[in-house]
């Protein structure tokens, strides 16, 4: 009788273990399971991998780099205080979706990087960020460290002829002479780079994106 009570207790230490290591597999199949993608309204890689890094100085003379960031999310945007329309107009938009995207925007930074050192200095550079936001900050830096930084995220600056003035106005008060040598205008991307806390390069956020969708993105890589 006693051998019979005894019986079933190796049987259920049995179940026992082979229900533990079936949870053991369960759990290390969810860990080594690939996550989905993040889903952005801007354009994406194929494949995740660490943003450039640069060496400048930020608008109250310190020396910074990308890693300097690490642990908030960066919005990265190559730009001049003179700029007469592209930049202002990007910034407001970038700043407009932070509010919009609400607590999950706390902590991103958005970056300038100057394309106009010798006018763009660091304090003009905080001057022109503190129109936008207090997560505005502008980047300066020598030539070669500047240079740098737009090649690593293949950013392109370049002086083309400006819209002459209309048949109009062409001989109306302060108008150049025939001769002048044509006004130049800036051109330079109008991008914005997403870069997650952990200094990945994630979305390029399009130049004129929509306030929502930007707050859209900026919420999709606050959670990364």
Known sequence: MDSQNKAPAPRLALWTTVAVMVGIIVAAGV????????????T????????????????????VSLRSYRGAPVLLFF????CPDVCPLTLH??????????????????????LDPARDTPAALKAYAQRFGPEVVG????????????????????????????????????????SAAPALKTVHPGVVYGID???????VITEGAPVEQIADDVRTLSRL
Not at 31 to 42: M, W
Not at 44 to 63: I, N, Q
Not at 79 to 82: D, L, M, N, V
């Open 139 to 178: 980047l300066t830096g020598d030539s070669a460290a500047l240079s740098n930084a737009r090649a690593g995220y293949g950013a392109f600056i370049a002086d083309v002829p400006a819209q002459p003035a209309s048949a109009g106005h062409a001989h109306g008060a302060g108008a150049a002479p025939p």
């Open 79 to 82: 730009g001049y205080t003179h």
């Open 197 to 203: 806390r952990r200094g990945n390069l994630q979305v």
């Open 93 to 114: 938009r970038v700043t407009r979706a932070l509010r919009a995207a609400g607590g999950r925007a706390d902590d991103v930074r958005v970056l300038m990087v100057t």
């Open 44 to 63: 994406t890689y194929t494949s995740v991998a660490p943003a450039a890094e640069f060496s400048l100085t930020d608008h109250d003379g310190r020396p």
């Open 31 to 42: 860990a080594v399971a690939p996550r989905p993608a993040p889903r952005f309204h801007g």
